[in-house]
């Protein structure tokens, strides 16, 4: 069965995005199969492969309009990566799944059979802890948390952890923190060292030792529709996700 990865974060504009592509492409590149999905209602993943948002056969038809999961994947958008693209109509999908039963489940159910054809499911979650973020963390294996090296990082980590828990004791038993990542690391700054030396000491074990550094070229590469290692193999960018891929395989 393949892993089934929640990448969250209720702050904006932490990089949650940028990893879920370009990890993904990561992946890919080691040979895995993988299949990613963009639960976030901006769509940011969807257009940063390169495929259009107003197609048919998207996450807001999977969830609200019962079309199954083969419909709704875009296959080899990039090498053997699959998407499940979305549109802004995923926006007011919450309150419509409020009317169908068990609508926590509803993601987990979709992908039962998923899972045994992908090495990777990723989730590309939307910034907020909505229902659209529960389905996530109720389907999910784990849940990779990027973070941003800031000052208000820890407080952010709190309220996800909180939630992380409630998820585990109300819904999904068996779901686990995989780590977390720190993206728009400047070495130049005391701040993003001691961010980083501040979520260690709160989580030990669980902190990633890929940093994702700020970088032109991975900042660039969403707008040509290309995830960091094809748009620029040889950047920093592009070798740090190599680094934290290889981490994932080695969980």
């Known amino acids: 069965m393949g892993r089934v990865i929640a990448i969250a974060n209720q702050k904006g504009g932490v990089g949650k995005t940028t990893t879920a592509v370009n990890l993904s492409a990561a992946l890919v590149e080691k040979g895995k199969k ?12 969807t257009s940063g492969l390169g495929v259009e948002k107003n197609q048919a056969g998207t996450v807001y038809d999977l969830l609200v309009n019962d079309v199954t999961l083969d419909k709704c994947v875009r296959k080899a958008v990039w090498k053997e990566l699959d998407l499940v693209p979305t549109t802004v109509d995923l926006a007011g999908a919450e309150i419509e799944m409020l009317d169908i039963a068990r609508h926590e489940f509803i993601l987990k159910r979709k992908l ?4 045994a054809e992908y090495d990777y499911i990723l989730i590309d979650c939307p910034p907020s802890l909505n229902l659209l ?21 820890m407080e952010g980590l709190t309220q996800l952890m909180y939630t992380i828990q409630l998820v585990q004791k109300k819904l999904n038993p068996s779901l686990e923190l995989e780590g977390v990542v720190f993206t728009m690391f400047d070495a130049r700054t005391n701040l993003s060292q001691q961010v980083v030396d501040s979520v260690k000491q709160y989580l030990k074990e669980k902190v990633y030792e890929t940093v994702i550094p700020r970088n032109v070229r991975l900042a660039e590469a969403p707008s040509h529709g290309m995830p960091i290692i094809e748009y620029d193999p ?11 891929a290889d981490e994932v395989i080695n969980y």
Not at 112 to 115: D, L, M, T, V
Not at 135 to 147: C, G, K, W
């Open 34 to 45: 993988v299949l990613l999905i963009d639960l976030d209602p901006q769509g940011n993943a």
């Open 112 to 115: 039962r059979k998923a899972e």
């Open 133 to 153: 973020t529960v389905n996530a963390l109720t389907t999910a294996n784990s849940v990779l948390v990027p973070i941003q090296c800031e000052f208000y990082a």
């Open 234 to 244: 040889r950047s920093t960018g592009a070798e740090a996700y190599r680094r934290l």
